[in-house]
Nanobody, 117 residues
Framework: QVQLVESGGGLVQAGGSLRLSCAAS????????MGWYRQAPGRERELVAS?????????LDSVKGRFTISTNNARKTVTVYLQMNNLSPEDTAVYYC?????????WGQGTQVTVSS
């Protein structure tokens, strides 16, 4: 069973930085992609950033130049990171990591990011 464990959310002032982490007991070789989504109150979940097995990155337009997605592959564990810089109150949301494996999507439990003005 695929499990994703997230960490790194919290409260930060506008202009600050946070790094989110999400670890899965998988190897990137077996996955199609990993990514981060977010959902703010009253809004639909949206893709923030993703990275494919081949390293291709994709970002939501509003986070380009501020957020960076990366992965670290260790034996039987892959961790995906989201480095978030120059945060604004509009980035406040619950952030979810996910991975795609064999055509199925798996989700983390979500971590709250709150940016104060």
């Amino acid at each position: 069973q695929v499990q994703l464990v997230e960490s790194g959310g919290g409260l930060v002032q506008a202009g600050g930085s946070l790094r989110l982490s999400c670890a899965a007991s998988e190897t990137m070789f077996d996955l199609s992609s990993m990514g981060w989504y977010r959902q703010a109150p009253g809004r639909e979940r949206e893709l923030v950033a993703s990275i494919t097995r081949t390293g291709r990155e994709n970002y939501l337009d509003s986070v380009k130049g501020r957020f960076t997605i990366s992965t670290n592959n260790a034996r039987k564990t892959v961790t995906v990171y989201l480095q978030m810089n120059n945060l604004s109150p509009e980035d406040t949301a619950v952030y979810y990591c996910n991975l795609e494996k064999s055509g199925r999507l798996y989700w983390g439990q979500g971590t709250q990011v709150t940016v104060s003005s």
